[in-house]
């Protein structure tokens, strides 16, 4: 295994943590939990823009200057021995599976939540 691979995955775990370490306090303060689920007519911050959504567009600009200097790389000719294409390439994958699986979780959550607030008027129309 190349030296880029093995420093992209120290920065996955850098940048877990920093995530974890954002996203755990912010649920259990502000996610209302009942029997173990979601009450999403008490939740509101799936009905607003917050600090995950934020580091998530963080993250989505990081990961397109991560592809573009890969295709820079890859057009100068670099190969997969190349440390950076190692790098640049570990780093593309593992943040596009993040982003795009939390733009779903966030689209269905949101989703509930607008059911869960404005259900009621909207089956009465």
């Known amino acids: 295994m190349g030296i880029g691979f093995i ?3 120290i920065v996955v775990g850098v940048w877990t943590i920093i995530i974890l370490g954002i996203t755990i306090p912010m649920n259990k ?22 600090v995950f959504d934020t580091l998530t567009l963080v993250l989505a600009i990081y990961t ?19 440390p950076y294409v190692q790098f640049f390439t570990n780093q593309s994958q593992a943040w596009v599976i993040v ?22 008027e909207l089956d009465d129309k």
Do not use: P
Request: glycine share 4%.
């Open 29 to 50: 303060k502000y996610v209302v939990r009942e029997n173990g689920k979601i009450n999403y007519k008490k939740t509101t911050i799936y009905l607003r823009w917050n």
């Open 7 to 9: 420093v992209s995955f």
């Open 99 to 120: 982003i795009v699986a939390y733009l779903v979780s966030r689209v269905s959550m949101t989703l509930k939540s607008i059911k869960a607030h404005w259900g009621d």
């Open 64 to 82: 397109i200057l991560c592809v573009q200097a890969l295709n820079m790389l890859l057009s100068f000719s670099q190969t997969i021995e190349n």
